[in-house]
């Protein structure tokens, strides 16, 4: 089984005071955290459940999240 890669840009919003996710790879994508690593586990988690919803790949199907803190 091949494993979908995605790229995701993330950023320090500084007014909110959170880092924030997008992904032109993952349709919908946009979640926010408090820290890097609360922001990485949301993306575990996030990314393949919008994949899935978004009938781009099963549930189950591995991926790869390269991570870009912008």
Known sequence: ????ECNVEAFWDSEAEVWVATSEDVPGL????????????????IIPEL????????????????????
């Open 1 to 4: 089984m091949r494993e979908f």
């Open 30 to 45: 946009v979640t926010e955290a408090e820290t890097t690593e609360l922001l990485t586990s949301k993306l575990q988690v």
């Open 51 to 70: 994949l899935f919803a978004n009938e781009i790949v099963p549930l189950d199907y591995p991926v790869t999240i390269n991570l870009n803190w912008l």
